[in-house]
């Protein structure tokens, strides 16, 4: 039998998400891990698989955007 894939960044966020400021402390870890994440300065506040919501603020303009992805 197939073991499910083990998703490096969607883990983390499910070890998190029982914490209070989750979001903002898993934004942080998202811009380590991806390093130009750091300039638009994301606010993640979704994150399921499949899909990411997040608040974008660093453009000089607050953005919210959706992201889901089938594959």
Same mark, same amino acid.
């Given at each position: +039998?197939? =073991? #499910? =894939?083990?998703?490096?960044? !969607?883990? #983390?966020? &499910?070890?998190?998400? *029982?914490? #209070?400021? %989750?979001? *903002?402390?898993?934004?942080? +870890?998202?811009? &380590? +891990?991806?390093?130009?994440?750091?300039?638009? *300065? #994301?606010?993640?506040?979704?994150?399921?698989p499949n899909? %990411?919501? %997040?608040?974008? @603020? $660093? !453009? $000089?303009k607050t @953005? =919210?955007?959706?992201?889901? &992805?089938?594959?």
């Open positions: +039998m197939n =073991q #499910p =894939q083990v998703n490096k960044i !969607l883990s #983390p966020y &499910r070890t998190l998400e *029982k914490h #209070p400021f %989750c979001n *903002k402390v898993f934004s942080m +870890m998202v811009c &380590r +891990m991806v390093p130009y994440f750091s300039t638009i *300065k #994301p606010n993640i506040s979704a994150l399921s899909h %990411c919501t %997040c608040l974008i @603020t $660093g !453009l $000089g @953005t =919210q955007s959706s992201i889901n &992805r089938k594959y």
